[in-house]
């Protein structure tokens, strides 16, 4: 299931109608979809660029949907850790696993990430920003014994949801082996 198809561009104009369900279909298709000019010079693609910058994105929605459907439960957009300035898309404090969906275009996704036309360098820095932030914010998290999944927002929700609910389990598990108490 290639979100790359040449059907993509038919996802943007119809999102909801997305029949692969995608996390994030609005997003990388809208950057990918206008390859005349640049990317960033339509209102339906600056608008797009800053839904994924925001909480609450369509991606988020689903995943935190489908993980509720199964059950489980999460704090939505707030910080793993109190020092850390840095709020994940869904956290589970007992499990401490911390969720975040990355948007294609702002985390460089290696499948959807193209080179913009115009102000390439401005862009390009700005995505390398963004990725090392990420990279340290995943150490910080695992000094303090959490544990950071990241999922890509065109990644499928089912399996991007099973990936989530995996690392929740076996954290719950371990915990439970270490303080049998609880
Ligand atoms: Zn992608």
Redesign the pocket.
């Given at each position: 299931m290639s979100?790359t198809s040449a059907s993509g561009a038919n996802c943007s104009a119809s999102f909801d109608g997305c029949a692969e369900d995608h996390l994030?279909c609005n997003g990388?298709l809208a950057y990918m979809g206008d390859s005349s000019q640049s990317w960033a010079s339509t209102p339906a693609v600056r608008a797009s660029m800053r839904a994924n910058r925001s909480r609450d994105t369509r991606p988020e929605l689903l995943l935190r949907r489908e993980l509720h459907a199964k059950g489980y439960r999460y704090r939505v957009a707030s910080r793993p850790l109190p020092d850390l300035r840095r709020t994940a898309d869904l956290v589970f404090s007992r499990a401490k696993v911390a969720v975040f969906v990355d948007g294609?275009f702002w985390h460089g996704?290696?499948?959807?990430?193209r080179l913009a036309k115009r102000n390439r360098e401005y862009w390009e820095q700005k995505v390398q920003r963004n990725r090392r932030r990420d990279s340290e914010v995943d150490a910080r998290l695992a000094e303090a014994g959490w544990l950071s999944v990241r999922i890509?927002?065109?990644?499928d929700v089912a399996s991007a949801a099973l990936r989530v609910s995996q690392a929740v389990d076996s954290r719950r598990r371990a915990v439970r082996s270490t303080s049998p108490q609880n």
């Amino acid at each position: 299931m290639s979100p790359t198809s040449a059907s993509g561009a038919n996802c943007s104009a119809s999102f909801d109608g997305c029949a692969e369900d995608h996390l994030g279909c609005n997003g990388y298709l809208a950057y990918m979809g206008d390859s005349s000019q640049s990317w960033a010079s339509t209102p339906a693609v600056r608008a797009s660029m800053r839904a994924n910058r925001s909480r609450d994105t369509r991606p988020e929605l689903l995943l935190r949907r489908e993980l509720h459907a199964k059950g489980y439960r999460y704090r939505v957009a707030s910080r793993p850790l109190p020092d850390l300035r840095r709020t994940a898309d869904l956290v589970f404090s007992r499990a401490k696993v911390a969720v975040f969906v990355d948007g294609c275009f702002w985390h460089g996704c290696p499948i959807h990430h193209r080179l913009a036309k115009r102000n390439r360098e401005y862009w390009e820095q700005k995505v390398q920003r963004n990725r090392r932030r990420d990279s340290e914010v995943d150490a910080r998290l695992a000094e303090a014994g959490w544990l950071s999944v990241r999922i890509w927002e065109h990644e499928d929700v089912a399996s991007a949801a099973l990936r989530v609910s995996q690392a929740v389990d076996s954290r719950r598990r371990a915990v439970r082996s270490t303080s049998p108490q609880n």
